[in-house]
């Protein structure tokens, strides 16, 4: 019987860091954004076996199981990651932007690479 949750380590530093920004910034929206990565980081268990099983193209019981678990986490997910940018007005998006303007800003003017030329034989 396949678990929900996923096997992989390192989920206990993740989790300290969700934490530290909770107790540094306390917020409805960022709670909202810990508990959806933590659903996140959870849901990506039953989806890898969705999707090797429909790979092998076979459907086991473990399928159905898998198939019912992903979407009640992707629909727990959605919840949250929607009530993220209402309960913060948006703000939660400002770091998004940010570093998109940075990333820009440090890269400079995009510029196509030129063409080689072919060389005719003289």
């Given at each position: 019987?396949?678990?929900?949750?996923?096997?992989?380590?390192?989920?206990?530093?993740?989790?300290?860091?969700r934490l530290l920004g909770l107790l540094v910034a306390p917020s409805w929206a960022g709670a909202a954004l810990a508990v959806a990565a933590v659903v996140a980081f959870v849901a990506r268990t039953p989806l890898k076996l969705m999707l090797v099983d429909r790979?092998?193209?076979?459907?086991?019981?473990?399928?159905?199981?898998?198939?019912?678990?992903a979407a009640m986490?992707?629909?727990?997910?959605?919840?949250?990651?929607?009530?993220?940018?209402?309960?913060?007005?948006?703000?939660?998006?400002?770091?998004?932007v940010h570093l998109e303007h940075e990333l820009a800003r440090a890269s400079g003017p995009v510029e196509a690479p030129a063409m080689p030329t072919a060389r005719r034989p003289a």
């Open positions: 019987m396949p678990s929900p949750c996923p096997t992989s380590t390192g989920a206990g530093a993740r989790a300290q860091n790979r092998r193209h076979r459907w086991l019981p473990r399928t159905g199981l898998a198939v019912r678990i986490e992707m629909a727990v997910l959605a919840l949250l990651a929607a009530v993220a940018p209402v309960g913060s007005g948006l703000a939660c998006l400002v770091p998004v």
